[in-house]
């Protein structure tokens, strides 16, 4: 893992085109700005990790609701 000191108003780049800027920091908190391009999501850790929860269980849901029979239950209960 890569560490930077950064103080407000100053930025990190990552790549060409994600600028990560410190906004304000008041005791313990730091606010982030993030310019991204919009096909980039972008997530607090908590919140993408809803996201992976939610998709994982529609999969499930989806797996179970297919024929047993059918070629799209075999495959993704082959695990591929």
Same mark, same amino acid.
């Given at each position: $893992? +890569?560490? +930077?000191? /950064?103080? =407000?108003?100053?930025?990190?780049?990552? &790549?060409? #085109? *994600?600028? %990560?800027? *410190?906004?304000?920091? =008041? &005791?313990?908190?730091?606010?982030? &700005? %993030? #310019?991204?391009?919009?096909?980039?999501?972008?997530? /607090?850790?908590?919140?993408?990790?809803?996201?992976? =929860?939610?998709?994982?269980?529609? =999969?499930?849901?989806?797996?179970?609701? $297919?024929?047993?029979?059918?070629?799209?239950?075999? /495959?993704? #209960?082959? &695990?591929?």
């Amino acid at each position: $893992m +890569l560490v +930077l000191s /950064r103080q =407000r108003d100053e930025s990190i780049i990552i &790549g060409d #085109n *994600i600028v %990560i800027t *410190i906004v304000d920091i =008041r &005791g313990d908190k730091v606010r982030l &700005g %993030i #310019n991204a391009p919009k096909d980039i999501p972008v997530h /607090r850790e908590e919140v993408y990790e809803a996201i992976q =929860r939610e998709r994982a269980a529609q =999969r499930d849901a989806d797996t179970d609701a $297919m024929p047993q029979d059918s070629p799209a239950a075999e /495959r993704a #209960n082959s &695990g591929k």
